[in-house]
């Protein structure tokens, strides 16, 4: 009996009341892309391209898209159905609701949403079904195109394990480890004193810094293989682990491959990737100022050994670790679009989007080894909504109030799925947008990398932009003395935003208190006059109090057009400016040197929160008699946080160790927090026993909330 075909209209009715709308969307996105076309009028590749996965990068791919003349159709949970992915795209399919592997790792709502827009063609982005060969197999028994290399590549490089064994046997330099897959805690215990410590317990399966942790003995061990499995499981459906010999003090230095169906392969250039906190990349740049020109074609040209080995088609990653001695080691070969790789674009001026749809067509790639250029430099910021106080970045989420691109400088690229109104939620990466910015030299490209960090304006949610503005701004890193140890050994007790000089410390006092008086005298006027018509004289000079942490400031504002000429504790500082109390932006000149201020909040008691040189300040600003008045105020008791433990970031509770009556030491586990899919272990910070415990396994919790109290 012959199957019945459902009519197209019936197919999408049936298809909304299982996965909700399909919805046509249009809109454009200001952004500078800082790569060109290289596909000619005359080649035809596909008319309709389903992106699979959401966010910037479901952005980026459909700008290309739209550059090449393709439809793009956007898939999407029920709580993105408002994202900017879905409203840029010619059509939108929701595919489900908010949990991942019932939305954007639900195959069969994919597969469906396929069929009904016609798609010819999928692009995976990366994360999410990138790197799935089992979602490509289902592709092509539809006869749609997968955007990537084939299952076979997939499945050799996606195994770190039998990735590792082809490596070896294509004459790629690797880590000296345990090739096979370790079972049990006390089996990696004894492989780890084989290898000889430290050593790095992986995921088999997956990347991004999920499911790895470094053990320097056997208890960190034992540990080490409970924490990555689950992570492992957690993140990619896989908790197969092993271990390898983890090289102290390295680079991480990726070379960015490009190959099609036709047996040619190029790599092109490097990326440097060594500034990292838990395994994942934070600042990003190309070329390294480590290699040298003949390090960089042994990389590559055993990047392009590895590529062919395993029959590689479409743009691919192989990483490395690199020493001191500039020995580099096979680490992984990501077999997708890489997060940072529109710093390679920028240097080579390709749109690696636009390369792999090319590939997946079947064309050749229409460049030679020695056509691939150096171009100048680029770096990559990824603009997390995390708090860095805080293990350098735990998450934070909420909505964005106020959000303003730094567009309006030049030679700066903004990769973003976000919007002013956008939600940052539980259930996906934190990741607000990659800033890029690009220059002649380093130099250049770090000074425009400062500025788009200081003009980069994000309300609403707890961001990274602190720890990112210090870090290219840091000397080690200006001079590129970098290792992916940089965080720890330059913050050995935690970030704690920029440290303040007494220069920076007078200069950010003086700012504060000419905003102050800006607005003391805004609010005496109304379109231009005076309230108070019966007192005609205006004041030039006033008398402050200042406050910065501990300790008071004498303050005196002298003001003269826009000039505020202002003594903090006797020390003349000059400030002057437009003053738009209305824009989120303050350009001033402090002393003659130009500077960007953000004002965030300010109050009637005189409290004003700045963001100066990418680190928040707040500063109270008040008058004399105010401040005398002041005095007399009772000081508010801070909380006793010793016997309480707090949730430091919104999550999900995976375990809880411990129940009331139970006496526990210091440093010992209490309960376990998953959020974006990394596992964080909260202790005890003193030997006391359990009083209460508020939570349980299963439960989602936000930052903040009461956990377990201690007596």
């Not at 770090?446 to 707890?462: F, H, P, Q, S």
Request: glycine letters at 8%.
């Amino acid at each position: 009996m012959a199957a019945h075909r459902l009519s197209p209209s019936l197919n999408r009715l049936l298809f909304a009341v299982k996965y909700g709308s399909l919805q046509p969307r249009c809109c454009t996105v200001n952004s500078s892309i800082l790569y060109s076309t290289t596909s000619t009028d005359t080649e035809k590749t596909f008319d309709k391209i389903l992106i699979a996965n959401r966010g910037e990068i479901a952005c980026r791919v459909i700008k290309t898209c739209r550059k090449m003349g393709i439809q793009s159709v956007a898939v999407h949970s029920d709580v993105d159905s408002s994202a900017v992915h879905v409203k840029m795209a010619d059509e939108a399919v929701c595919v489900g609701p908010a949990p991942t592997n019932k939305s954007y790792l639900n195959m069969d709502a994919i597969m469906d949403a396929i069929r009904l827009t016609g798609a010819q063609a999928v692009h995976p982005g990366y994360g999410f079904l990138s790197e799935n060969k089992v979602f490509a197999k289902r592709l092509a028994a539809e006869g749609v195109m997968f955007i990537g290399p084939d299952t076979h590549a997939i499945h050799a490089m996606g195994d770190k394990i039998e990735s590792k064994l082809i490596a070896k046997a294509a004459k790629v330099n690797t880590i000296p480890g345990f090739d096979g897959v370790v079972k049990t805690a006390e089996d990696a215990v004894k492989i780890a004193q084989e290898i000889g410590y430290p050593v790095m317990i992986k995921a088999s399966a997956g990347g991004g810094g999920k499911g790895m942790r470094i053990a320097w003995n056997d208890e960190e061990t034992r540990e080490g293989f409970r924490f990555s499995s689950q992570e492992a499981a957690s993140s990619f459906g896989d908790d197969r682990l092993l271990i390898e010999k983890y090289i102290d003090n390295p680079r991480h230095i990726e070379i960015q491959v490009l190959a099609d169906k036709h047996g040619n392969a190029l790599w092109l250039n490097e990326r440097e990737c060594s500034i990292q906190r838990r395994n994942q990349k934070v600042v990003e740049e190309a070329p390294s100022t480590f290699l040298d020109p003949v390090t960089r074609r042994a990389m590559g040209e055993q990047a392009v050994q590895l590529a062919k080995a395993v029959e590689y088609s479409s743009a691919g990653t192989v990483e490395f670790l690199v020493d001191s001695k500039k020995n580099f080691y096979f680490l992984e070969m990501n077999t997708r679009l890489q997060v940072e790789h529109p710093i390679t674009e920028c240097i080579t001026g390709l749109d690696l989007v636009e390369q792999m749809i090319r590939v997946a067509k079947g064309y050749r790639l229409n460049h030679k080894q020695e056509d691939i250029p150096i171009n100048g430099w680029a770096i990559e910021s990824r603009v997390y909504a995390e708090d860095p106080y805080k293990s350098f970045g735990l998450p934070s989420i909420g909505r964005l109030s106020q959000y303003q691109e730094p567009l309006n400088l030049s030679n700066v690229r903004v990769d973003s799925g976000i919007q002013e109104g956008s939600d940052i939620s539980i259930y996906y990466d934190p990741m607000i947008s990659k800033l890029v910015t690009y220059g002649a030299t380093r130099a250049e490209a770090l000074g425009k990398m400062e500025a788009a960090l200081d003009n980069y304006v994000i309300r609403g949610v707890t961001h990274n932009i602190p720890l990112l503005r210090e870090i290219i701004t840091h000397p080690r890193f200006i001079s590129g003395d970098i290792s992916t140890n940089f965080l720890p050994e330059v913050y050995p007790e935690g970030f704690k935003g920029h440290q303040l000089d007494v220069t920076e410390r007078r200069e950010l006092l003086a700012s504060a208190a000419a905003l102050y008086i800006t607005a003391q005298l805004r609010s005496q006027k109304v379109l231009g006059n005076l309230r108070v018509s019966s007192s005609p004289v205006e004041w030039n000079q006033w008398e402050l109090h200042a406050e910065l942490g501990e300790g008071g400031h004498s303050v005196v504002v002298t003001k003269s057009q826009n000039v505020f000429v202002v003594e903090v504790d006797g020390e003349k500082v000059e400030v002057s400016g437009q003053w738009n109390l209305a824009s989120p932006l303050l350009p001033v000149t402090i002393n003659g040197t130009e500077r960007i201020l953000q004002c965030l909040s300010r109050d009637a008691s005189g409290r004003i929160l700045l963001q100066y040189m990418g680190t928040t300040f707040q500063v109270r600003i008040l008058s004399k008699l105010a401040a005398e008045l002041n005095s007399y105020m009772p000081e508010k008791v801070s909380e006793d946080t010793s016997s309480i433990l707090r949730s430091p970031m919104p999550g999900t509770v995976v375990a809880v160790s411990v129940k009331p009556g139970d006496t526990v030491a210091e440093g010992q586990e209490i309960c376990v927090i998953e959020a974006m899919k990394m596992q964080n272990s909260l202790t005890a910070v003193k030997q006391a026993k359990v009083k209460n415990v508020h939570c349980k396994p299963g439960e989602t919790v936000g930052e903040g909330d009461l956990l377990v109290e201690l007596e």
